[in-house]
Structure formats: structure tokens, C-alpha cells
T-cell receptor, first 115, second 113 residues
Framework: GDSVTQMEGPVTLSEEAFLTINCTYT??????LFWYVQYPGEGLQLLLK?????DKGSNKGFEATYRKETTSFHLEKGSVQVSDSAVYFC??????????????FGTGTRLTIIP | DAGVTQSPTHLIKTRGQHVTLRCSPI?????VSWYQQVLGQGPQFIFQ???????GRGNFPDRFSARQFPNYSSELNVNALLLGDSALYLC????????????FGSGTRLTVV
């Protein structure tokens, strides 16, 4: 079955540091890939997505590139801010004509940014 | 536009009881999914409904059931609650395809004592 593996957390960085959160996946075919972010006490928010190989998703300074050859979708940001402190989830989904497109999530990576 | 709304936000139940969680999707969204998020873990898929039909079911016991109404809102029901059912239950809606990205509600925090 499908699975998503994320780097172990927690991750603690200083403000303006470079961020990388690793994500690899196991799936048949060509899934769509997502990064979701969860702030304390809230639900998940879609951060960015990519639907085919070599696509780059980007939003709010975050980027991730769909690498089919390495089955990876690493999240990066050049300069993190305190407001980026949250839990980040990598996820995948297969498109379907039948409406059954569940998301398979990784375990999440808690990111804390220190001023 | 209102986002995905879930009710209640918190509740406490006793083992063996029944619980009903409710979800209203974003206007125009016809797909609703339910996820269980145990503390410290990623969300686990429970059900997906599209156009009022069940389209997918995760690896959860038959104590879990759901339905979608004509206005596309949804209910998740859990019978015979166990301590292990304590979790954040998330509802997500989408226009149709997952690659548009699901919009999640803030969840219902269920505590079973």
C-alpha cells in the first residue's frame, strides 16, 4: 500500500535559517503530492501541491519539487520566520474517477523557529 | 465564504457510549472525507463521500459509520466508544478531485474516559 515517510522531528531553527524537511513516498503509479501545515489548535491547511513529476509547488516562500526518480518531495524555505512554527505533513493521493481519493499522510514534523 | 465547519469542537464521552460528529463543507464542495488524528501522529483516513455515496473506507472497525446528506453535509458516528477512540476528528471537503487540495475543518476533539 501507499506510505509516506518524513524526517523525524522536532526541528528547531533560528530565524532566517534555511529549512529542509525531507519526505519520501512509496506508491504505485503517479500520485499527487502535498504539504499541509497545522498550527496549534487548528486543522490542516494546504501549503502547496504538485501533481506530476518535476512539478514544483510553491507558496509563502516554501517550495517542493516532485522527484519521481527518488520518490521524494522535500519541503524547503530559504529564510524561516517565527510564524512558520507549526507541524508540517507530507501527503499523497491518487486521482480517481470514482471519488475515492484518500490522502495518505506522513507522521508530521514539528518545526520551532527561535527569534 | 465560510470554511469547513465542524461541531462540536470538543466533547467528552464515557466508554461504551455513542457519538455523532457533524461537518458542513464549503459551499459547492460535493466531496467530504473524515480523518482521525491521534496525538503526535498524522491523520488516518476513515471515510470519503461524494454525491452522497460512500466512495472509500479506511481500516476502521464497523463501529465507525458515516453518511452524507442532500446538502452535502456529513455525520460521522462512532458506537461503543473505546479509550483508543480519543483523537482529533477532521473533516475535509473538496470540489471533486484531491489534486485541487482538500480544505480541512478545525476538527472535533473527542476524549473518551
Amino acid at each position: 500500500g501507499d506510505s509516506v515517510t518524513q524526517m523525524e522531528g522536532p526541528v528547531t531553527l533560528s530565524e532566517e535559517a534555511f529549512l529542509t524537511i525531507n519526505c519520501t513516498y512509496t506508491a504505485t503509479g503517479y500520485p499527487s503530492l502535498f504539504w499541509y501545515v497545522q498550527y496549534p489548535g487548528e486543522g490542516l491547511q494546504l501549503l502547496l501541491k504538485a501533481t506530476k513529476a518535476d512539478d514544483k509547488g510553491s507558496n509563502k516562500g516554501f517550495e517542493a519539487t516532485y522527484r519521481k526518480e527518488t520518490t521524494s518531495f522535500h519541503l524547503e524555505k530559504g529564510s524561516v520566520q517565527v510564524s512558520d512554527s507549526a507541524v508540517y505533513f507530507c501527503a499523497l493521493s491518487h486521482l480517481s474517477n470514482f471519488g475515492n481519493e484518500k490522502l495518505t499522510f506522513g507522521t508530521g514534523t514539528r518545526l520551532t523557529i527561535i527569534p | 465564504d465560510a470554511g469547513v465547519t465542524q461541531s462540536p469542537t470538543h466533547l467528552i464521552k464515557t466508554r461504551g457510549q455513542h457519538v455523532t460528529l457533524r461537518c458542513s463543507p464549503i459551499s459547492g464542495h460535493k466531496s467530504v472525507s473524515w480523518y482521525q488524528q491521534v496525538l503526535g501522529q498524522g491523520p488516518q483516513f476513515i471515510f470519503q463521500y461524494y454525491e452522497k455515496e460512500e466512495r472509500g473506507r479506511g481500516n476502521f472497525p464497523d463501529r465507525f459509520s458515516a453518511r452524507q446528506f442532500p446538502n452535502y453535509s456529513s455525520e460521522l458516528n462512532v458506537n461503543a466508544l473505546l479509550l483508543g477512540d480519543s483523537a482529533l476528528y477532521l473533516c475535509a471537503s473538496s470540489f471533486l478531485r484531491a489534486n485541487y487540495g482538500y480544505t480541512f475543518g478545525s476538527g472535533t476533539r473527542l476524549t473518551v474516559v
